[in-house]
């Protein structure tokens, strides 16, 4: 719509703080400036359903201890920490992090007869919100032992490998912040 008014904004900036400020100012053939207008309502209307539901989702999980531990991980804020809690429910039904990792369906396919083993891609027979609440959690880590995983894999057998075998390792963590309320790794120790 603004590229047929000869009007040109950068996109990863459109809708920040000066992108916002451009589109306030723009002046353009009325049909065209009432059609940014209600577009920049309906944006702030979402955004704003948005705020209010992070605040409930925030208020409703502040005294779950798992909540607060598992928001500690990187790359895991409260959006991902109240999917891991509301996903998994009770964590205690897992006895080990490899079954709460094979649940979500982030353990490779398995098959063997006889002699034969072939393991394969990752089953994804699970619950599809907590892989993608991982995979994403995992995205934008930087620092840290998940991203020393994820280079150190990354350069052997490629991003996407990587990226899995890191959130494998993320929803092990996850699993002992729910189980103990804390993650001892990210403990820092008194010198």
């Not at 702030?44 to 909540?67: C, P, Q, W």
């Not at 928001?71 to 804020?77: D, N, T």
């Not at 079954?99 to 394969?120: I, N, Y």
């Amino acid at each position: 719509m603004l590229a047929r008014q000869g009007v040109t904004l950068a996109p990863s900036d459109m809708f920040g703080a000066a992108g916002r400020r451009q589109l306030d100012e723009l002046r353009l053939d009325p049909p065209f400036q009432a059609r940014v207008l209600s577009l920049l309502r309906l944006i702030d209307a979402y955004t704003f359903e948005i705020d209010m539901v992070g605040k409930r989702i925030s208020a409703e999980l502040n005294h779950h201890a798992g909540f607060r531990a598992v928001q500690a991980l990187p790359g895991v804020g409260p959006v991902l920490g109240a999917v891991f809690v509301a996903e998994i429910g009770d964590v205690t039904r897992f006895t080990r992090p490899q079954q709460l990792c094979s649940w979500a369906g982030m353990t490779p396919r398995h098959r063997e007869s006889d002699t034969k083993v072939h393991r394969g891609r990752i089953t994804k027979q699970g619950n599809n919100l907590v892989r993608w609440a991982a995979v994403e959690a995992v995205q934008r880590v930087h620092h840290g032992p998940l991203a020393a995983t994820k280079a150190r894999l990354a350069a052997r057998r490629g991003n996407n490998i990587a990226k899995v075998a890191a959130a494998r390792e993320l929803l092990t963590l996850v699993f002992y912040g729910l189980r103990d309320g804390h993650i001892r790794c990210l403990a820092t120790t008194p010198t």
